[in-house]
């Protein structure tokens, strides 16, 4: 069943183009009296035809015109609709991946890649169908079988009170079978984004996989959800086709009650009119041709109803990436596309936190009472897993919401201008971001105006370049994963990239965590000295290799406990 948070989400999408959408609607609305003209017209020159009489040129032009000019005002509304269709799912896509930008490695809480993949593509194409066909369609079914049944009632009340008797049928029982289809659309698409996570993820460790001989396992886990979103998949056809059956039914039996009626009318046999003709030939013929359509937008509701589910499906699984933006809680139902250009940010000197609460007040991610980190200090974040170093690194980097005051440079900062101060920040985490492609491509990433000899110094500076002056120098390619370099290897460009950037706060998630014990100590020893001059955050278990930083922060079970000095003055002097 449709649930007022996905009703208000939908009209929230459709809001900006409703001008549109109601000019489509009016469009289906004019063509109802055009089909009304245009039967008159066929059942007109169909009696003269019957009397042997030929119709004048007048009534053929006329049928001609009609025919034409409805089928122009139906072509104008499909066109319009598919129109604002594209418009609104190529905005949602932009707008979804700019929250997903915003959100950055946050975005992990959202879903995997493979499921936000999903999410960017088949359910935003799942809403084509309500905002293309089913939208316009709920003001023609309400117009085309009113003024249908006025018409008929001017020529026979009998079969207009028949078709208004049975009409009702026709969405009572769409309503009972969309009931069902609505969920199975809901399991379906559920389906779907699980196997699409599920591929990535198979796809991703593809290697791993190989070297453990394990790829039959992941091929029958594969064909096991492939089997599975078939069986959910048929059961949506199931629905739809019994939908569909239901609705011919009910039609199909009602116009045979008005034909037989009509019927036995132009026979003179009607139990109460014997000998009798109710209804002149010309009219029986012209009610006939209007009762088809007169329950037609009924049937193509029930038709494009599936659309309908769908698309209350794909708007319930795309709500958390929706409404998973970098504000405060209180500014949860604003968008960034809608929010004032915030002001250019000056340069980082101090940056002091107070009072601050990320998650739910009541059971908070991170709880920090005061903090206050300076220009030039290096800092170790330290504590268990899950205590919260991950977390603050997020709040500094402007991924994730909270609550609190914020200073810079003791002025105060608005938590919609925090995500601006990524501008001076730079990123790494534990596992390098590579690209395939090659060396040079990778650092394009970081600067895309950088020369070759800009990104020969950057490698040179963390030890890389003399081997791949070995390979292909900066055309050495990479492949998925960086993999054709070694753990240590792919850290040592990702801190190329990082050089080239050149931010002035460098914000490290768990470094080293899977380099081995060599490899960790060279990337430590290296960080010692390239992060000189800069305000740095390293998020570690340990600080083996780590002493050269100034200061560690200390959290526990999501709250900040200490903030002390590290190095000893003696042993900070001795790395500078």
Known sequence: MRSPSQYLLLQQWLR????Q???SALLAALSVPMLILQLWLLADI?????QQQAAPLASWLSFAAVFLLRHLLLSGKELLAQQVSRQVRRELRQQLLQNISLLGPARQRVGADGSLSTLLTEQVDALDGYISRYWPQLVQVVLAPLLIAAVVAWHSPLAATLLLCTAPLVPLFMVLVGR???KASQQQLNVLSRM???LYIFLQGLPLLKRFNATVVAEAHLRGAAEQYQTSTMRVLRLAFLSTAVLEFFTSLAIALVALYLGLGLLGELPWLKQQVPVAYQSALFILLLAPEFYQPLRQLGNDYHAKAQAQAAS????PLWHAETLTPDQADASPLNMQPPRTLPAFQSLQLQHIVIGNPASPRLQIERLSLEQGQRYL???PSGCGKSTLLQLLAGFVPGSGQLWLNQQPLAWTELPQLRAQIGYLTQQAELLPGTVADNLRLAAPLVDDIGMQDALQQVGLWTFLQQQQGLNT??????????GGQQQRLALARLLLQDKTIWLLDEPVAELDADSAMQICELLAELSQGKTLLLASHQAQHLQWLDLAITLADGELRSLHALASPAHHQEHQ
């Open 16 to 19: 900006p183009y409703r001008s």
């Open 21 to 23: 959408l109601s000019f």
């Open 46 to 50: 169909a009696a003269l035809l019957l």
């Open 180 to 182: 069902e289809a609505s």
């Open 196 to 198: 699409g996570g599920r």
């Open 316 to 319: 319930l699984n795309l709500t």
């Open 381 to 383: 974040l330290q504590g």
């Open 477 to 486: 390619l990479i492949a998925e994963g960086g993999r054709g370099l070694s």
